[in-house]
Nanobody, 127 residues
C-alpha cells in the first residue's frame, strides 16, 4: 500500500487549505491514519490522527479548533481541512498510516507507531 498526499500550496495567514491522502489500495489491516508536519530546522511533529475503527480523533493542541481531520471510506483516504492558517503552520505535511493492531491512545501521536508514509506536501503560510 502506498500513500499519496496532495493539496499543499501557498496561502496568506487566515486562509484555508485542504490536504488529502489516498491509499493506493484498500487494506483491511490499516488501523489508523494521520498527519505529521516538519518545519524547516525542526523535528517532525504530530498534527492530527484518527483510528480507522473503534473511534478516536486526536489533534495537536496548536491546531485544535482550526484543523479538522476526516475520512472517506469509499476512497480509502483521509483529509485535513486547515482553517485560520498561521505562518507557524508552514511545514511539509506528511500523511501516515499504521498497518497492524489498533494503536492505543498514547501511540496515536507518536510517529514511530506508523509504518507507512506518504511523500509529503508543502504548506506555506505568509503573514
Amino acid at each position: 500500500v502506498q500513500l499519496q498526499a496532495s493539496g499543499g500550496g501557498s496561502v496568506q495567514a487566515g486562509g484555508s487549505l485542504r490536504l488529502s491522502c489516498a491509499a493506493s489500495e484498500r487494506s483491511a489491516s490499516v488501523s489508523a491514519m494521520g498527519w505529521f508536519r516538519q518545519a524547516p530546522g525542526k523535528e517532525r511533529e504530530f498534527v492530527a490522527a484518527l483510528r480507522w475503527s473503534g473511534g478516536g480523533i486526536y489533534y495537536e493542541d496548536s491546531v485544535k479548533g482550526r484543523f479538522i481531520i476526516s475520512r472517506d471510506n469509499a476512497k480509502n483516504s483521509i483529509n485535513l481541512q486547515m482553517n485560520s492558517l498561521k505562518p507557524e503552520d508552514t511545514a511539509v505535511y506528511y500523511c501516515a498510516a499504521k498497518e497492524g493492531p489498533r494503536p492505543i491512545t498514547s501511540e496515536m501521536r507518536r510517529d514511530r507507531a506508523y509504518n507507512m508514509w506518504g511523500q509529503g506536501t508543502l504548506v506555506t503560510v505568509s503573514s
